[in-house]
């Protein structure tokens, strides 16, 4: 209560999140009604007045088209693991309702995340971290992108030339870029979920993973490790069982 007062949403946010984690895994109870409802109506407030309403374009089935039913169990663990801030993959057959699955789990999330969709394309396997700069692209408003420090736009430069006035000093990683060089990238767009942290939930979704190169698994695998996604947020990868590359099934194992 004393956090509201001040003023501090975000931090009481957090606290509440972290408090009902401890429940959950303590007892397997959730908190109740009523303090639910107050995070929910702060939250949504909070989010609005930061970011605007997302338009996502889930590249759906038609066939998956149609009222969700019978997935109450895999929605349900989804959201423990949402709110445990435990990532996860979902490993199917083409055509199963992955998408479907992941559209219908987001859509309902209290309070509202921003969700960073990622979709990767046969044809951008030989273009890296390429899913992770249109979600982040599509995603963040130009203020917000504004407010990072210099080094970290400075570093993200290569991916996102539109961030400075003037020319990056060094070009976009190739397929297999240098220790230090993915060290620095991955370093700059953890920072950028930091910044999102102080205005809402981020949720980072990457759809077909079967077909993410090498620099991007790198990434993902770097981000669920640390803070923010590994405390107020979450990676949730969804890939079809029967294409998996190499590099996938190392990067699960």
């Given at each position: 209560?004393?956090?509201?007062?001040l003023?501090?949403?975000?931090?009481?946010?957090?606290e509440?999140?972290?408090y009902r984690h401890k429940?959950l895994?303590t007892?397997?109870l959730?908190?109740g009604?009523?303090?639910?409802?107050?995070?929910?109506?702060?939250?949504?407030?909070?989010?609005?007045?930061q970011?605007?309403?997302?338009k996502?374009?889930w590249e759906v089935?038609?066939?998956?088209?149609?009222a969700?039913?019978?997935?109450?169990?895999?929605l349900s663990?989804?959201?423990?693991?949402?709110?445990?801030?435990?990532?996860?993959?979902l490993?199917?057959?083409?055509?199963?309702?992955?998408?479907?699955?992941?559209?219908?789990?987001s859509?309902?999330?209290?309070?509202?995340p921003?969700?960073?969709?990622?979709?990767?394309?046969?044809?951008?396997?030989?273009?890296?971290?390429q899913?992770?700069?249109?979600?982040?692209r599509?995603?963040?408003?130009?203020g917000?992108?504004?407010?990072?420090?210099?080094?970290v736009?400075?570093?993200?430069?290569?991916?996102?030339?539109?961030l400075?006035?003037?020319?990056?000093?060094?070009?976009r990683?190739?397929?297999?870029?240098?220790e230090?060089?993915?060290?620095?990238?991955?370093?700059?767009?953890?920072?950028?979920?930091?910044?999102l942290?102080?205005?809402?939930?981020?949720?980072?979704?990457?759809?077909?993973a079967?077909?993410a190169?090498?620099t991007?698994l790198?990434?993902?695998?770097?981000l669920?490790q640390n803070?923010p996604?590994?405390t107020?947020?979450?990676?949730?990868?969804a890939a079809?069982?029967?294409e998996q590359?190499a590099?996938l099934?190392?990067?699960?194992?």
């Amino acid at each position: 209560g004393l956090l509201i007062r001040l003023g501090r949403t975000l931090k009481a946010s957090q606290e509440f999140r972290e408090y009902r984690h401890k429940l959950l895994e303590t007892t397997g109870l959730a908190p109740g009604s009523p303090l639910q409802a107050i995070m929910d109506r702060l939250n949504q407030k909070s989010a609005a007045s930061q970011l605007p309403a997302q338009k996502l374009q889930w590249e759906v089935r038609p066939s998956a088209q149609t009222a969700f039913v019978g997935r109450q169990k895999y929605l349900s663990l989804l959201r423990q693991a949402y709110f445990r801030s435990t990532s996860l993959i979902l490993l199917g057959e083409s055509g199963q309702g992955k998408t479907r699955l992941l559209e219908e789990f987001s859509a309902n999330l209290k309070p509202a995340p921003l969700i960073l969709l990622a979709k990767c394309r046969v044809t951008s396997q030989n273009l890296p971290l390429q899913p992770l700069i249109d979600a982040l692209r599509r995603s963040i408003p130009l203020g917000v992108w504004q407010g990072l420090p210099r080094p970290v736009m400075q570093a993200l430069a290569p991916l996102f030339p539109e961030l400075i006035q003037s020319p990056p000093t060094y070009s976009r990683p190739g397929a297999n870029p240098g220790e230090q060089t993915r060290t620095h990238i991955f370093e700059a767009l953890r920072q950028v979920l930091i910044h999102l942290e102080e205005h809402t939930i981020p949720l980072l979704i990457v759809d077909d993973a079967q077909w993410a190169d090498e620099t991007t698994l790198g990434a993902l695998a770097y981000l669920m490790q640390n803070p923010p996604l590994n405390t107020h947020g979450m990676v949730l990868l969804a890939a079809r069982v029967e294409e998996q590359t190499a590099s996938l099934r190392d990067w699960i194992a």
